[in-house]
């Protein structure tokens, strides 16, 4: 299965933000009010983050980029 989009180019990549904490606080992606911070309760599991990452390779993505925040403060990254 390929994904296509609206102007018919094939997405081979996806960005996968596996956390919105930082420990930096740089002014091109931290606004001076700050960003709210999500619940855990609302961040997937590692295993759930894994088990979308199988399923998207199935369908043709190539890549995953693993973004966050800074993903390596995410414990089990």
Same mark, same amino acid.
């Given at each position: ?6 102007? @018919? *180019?094939?997405? !081979?990549?996806? *960005?996968?933000? +596996?956390?919105? *904490? $930082? !420990?930096? =606080? $740089?002014?091109? $992606?931290?606004?001076? &009010? %700050? #960003? ?19 399923? +998207?390779? &199935?369908? @043709?993505?190539?890549? #995953? =980029?693993?973004? %966050? @925040?800074?993903?390596? #403060? *995410?414990? @089990?990254?």
């Amino acid at each position: 299965m390929k994904l296509i989009d609206s102007l @018919g *180019r094939k997405i !081979n990549y996806l *960005r996968l933000s +596996v956390t919105d *904490r $930082c !420990n930096m =606080r $740089c002014s091109y $992606c931290m606004p001076e &009010s %700050g #960003v709210a911070k999500l619940s855990h309760h609302d961040v997937l599991s590692y295993e759930q983050l894994l088990l979308l990452a199988q399923h +998207v390779v &199935s369908m @043709g993505i190539e890549k #995953v =980029r693993v973004t %966050g @925040g800074e993903p390596l #403060v *995410r414990k @089990g990254i």
